[in-house]
């Protein structure tokens, strides 16, 4: 990997306050020179740091890199739907929930969180296509419509 990418790795690592210091530099560093991931990987996983720091807005940088990065990064699709459901983007929610169900139609946490915004939004058909779908994966049987 080019050494620009790993010392920009490094100066993010050191800008973190939240971090202790010269040993999440050098996890960073480790991950974006050594480590086996790629650079969307490497900022999916300073997102996931942000989002336990609640760091709202700096985490959806980061998932938004992550995915302009690598759009096939699936998780960081449903990470990004699920903050834009957390900062009431209904919408933007919706449509990234829906490509992270496109590459696991059994994931019952992005059916939740998809249902939460179809609601919001007004969305029903939707709403009540996701909770069948849910009910199904709970094993409940499907709501069949009548």
Not at 94 to 119: C, F, H, K, N, W
Request: charged share 25%.
């Amino acid at each position: 990997m080019p050494f620009d990418w790993c010392f920009a790795a490094l100066r993010t690592a050191q800008g973190r306050r939240a971090l202790p210091g010269a040993l999440a530099a050098l996890a960073l560093l480790a991950a974006a020179c050594g480590g086996g991931y790629s650079r969307a990987e490497v900022r999916y996983n300073l997102a996931q740091d942000l989002l336990e720091e609640r760091q709202w807005e700096a985490a959806l940088i980061e998932l938004d890199a992550a995915i302009a990065l690598d759009p096939s990064l699936l998780h960081a699709h449903f990470e990004r739907g699920r903050l834009y459901l957390t900062l009431g983007n209904y919408e933007r929610a919706q449509v990234d929930l829906t490509e992270a169900l496109r590459a696991d139609p059994g994931d019952a946490r992005a059916y939740r969180y998809r249902i939460t915004a179809s609601m919001v939004l007004g969305d029903l058909d939707r709403a009540l296509c996701d909770a069948a779908a849910l009910s199904y994966l709970s094993g409940e049987g499907a709501l069949v419509p009548y």
